[in-house]
């Protein structure tokens, strides 16, 4: 999650922001840790904070905020027939099979 600005940054630690997905102030994104991931993290790490998030909290973070592609369009992702509409074939019906899959960084995760 981005905690400041980025007014009189390096240029290549806005990159590094970008990189994440991180270009607002108060964005949180969902990434895999790597060695590639963890070295970003570590250059960025005055302006953003990190950690592992609890099952809870992704469950509640999807009901609440999550949104999916489907058709190019951006869907709010409130009930299980849109979950199983766009990623059935992957074997993730509902939004608890989403949040398993996020929580644990499966072959999916995207």
């Known amino acids: 999650m981005r905690i400041r600005g980025i007014n009189k940054l390096n240029p290549k630690v806005i990159r590094i922001l970008r990189i994440l997905r ?3 102030l108060h964005n949180g994104v969902f990434v895999r840790v790597n ?3 963890s070295n970003l993290l570590r250059k960025v790490e005055p302006y953003i904070t990190f ?3 609890s099952r809870e ?3 509640k973070l999807i009901l609440k905020r999550g949104f999916g592609k489907v058709s190019k369009q951006r869907i709010p992702l409130s009930n299980n027939a ?3 509409e766009s990623l059935g074939k992957l074997g993730v019906s509902t939004v ?3 949040v398993n899959e996020i929580h644990t960084v499966g072959a999916h995760f995207k």
Request: charged fraction near 35%; proline fraction near 6%.
């Open 82 to 84: 849109i979950v199983d």
């Open 96 to 98: 608890e099979d989403l």
């Open 22 to 24: 991180l270009r607002q």
């Open 57 to 59: 909290t992704i469950r």
């Open 51 to 53: 950690g592992y998030p």
């Open 35 to 37: 060695k590639a991931s």
